[in-house]
T-cell receptor, first 115, second 110 residues
């Protein structure tokens, strides 16, 4: 499958636990973006990463949220001490070049539910 | 503040009808406008527009951009039930991230 791969598809956590969401970009893509989608809301940008670098994290909450895209392996979005308001669909996208030059292609998302 | 506004928010048509979906934007450092189709899962890429007045076409779908008036339209002719989905408009600036509208929910009845 040459598409953007996200896992898990569904993740259930209790308040206070940690959530780790993974994203493997399309083959040949080195630019990764994370978005959050709340019910009845549009997709909201969170963070833009290139290999080993955070390019723009202006959409990501300053506390409890972090993201990385290591030299080897998938990009990880990490949410510590989750709260009910973190329940949402989290989508990852990748592109061949950055800064809007090429379209972003999306994965199927991870649906995070907080009990 | 950057924003993307889509209209209508929802639309119900019958098979065979033609529909026009609208997207207007106010985004600094505009670089591109993209249309996506979202069913149950991943938004699927349809078009990327960067130049005014040049129509992009794929089968029954077409789209055009007006950078002077800051809007785009997505046309779907001879609609089919499989066209039922949420259509998302997004604008990319030079920063790289996309700013999305809330989408237009299209329902095509048989």
């Amino acid at each position: 499958n040459a598409g953007v791969m996200q896992n898990p598809r569904h993740l259930v956590r209790r308040r206070g636990q940690e959530a780790r969401l993974r994203c493997s970009p399309m083959k040949g893509h080195s630019h990764v973006y994370w978005y959050r989608q709340l019910p009845e809301e549009g997709l909201k940008f969170m963070v833009y990463l290139q290999k080993e670098n955070i390019i723009d994290e202006s959409g990501m909450p300053k506390e409890r949220f972090s993201a990385e895209f290591p030299k080897e392996g998938p990009s990880i979005l990490r949410i510590q001490q989750v709260v009910r308001g973190d329940s949402a669909a989290y989508f990852c996208a990748s592109s061949y070049t950055g800064y809007g030059g090429q379209p972003q292609h999306f994965g199927d998302g991870t649906r995070l539910s907080i009990l | 503040e950057d924003k993307v506004v889509q209209s209508p928010l929802s639309l119900v048509v019958h098979e065979g009808d033609t529909v026009t979906l609208n997207c207007s934007y106010e985004v600094t450092n505009f670089r591109s406008l993209l249309w996506y189709k979202q069913e149950k899962k991943a938004p699927t890429f349809l078009f990327m527009l960067t130049s005014s007045g040049i129509e992009k076409k794929s089968g029954r779908l077409s789209s055009i951009l007006d950078k002077k008036e800051l809007f785009s339209i997505l046309n779907i002719t001879a609609t089919q039930t499989g066209d039922s989905a949420i259509y998302l408009c997004a604008v990319g600036g030079s920063q790289g991230n996309l700013i999305f509208g809330k989408g237009t929910k299209l329902s095509v009845k048989p």
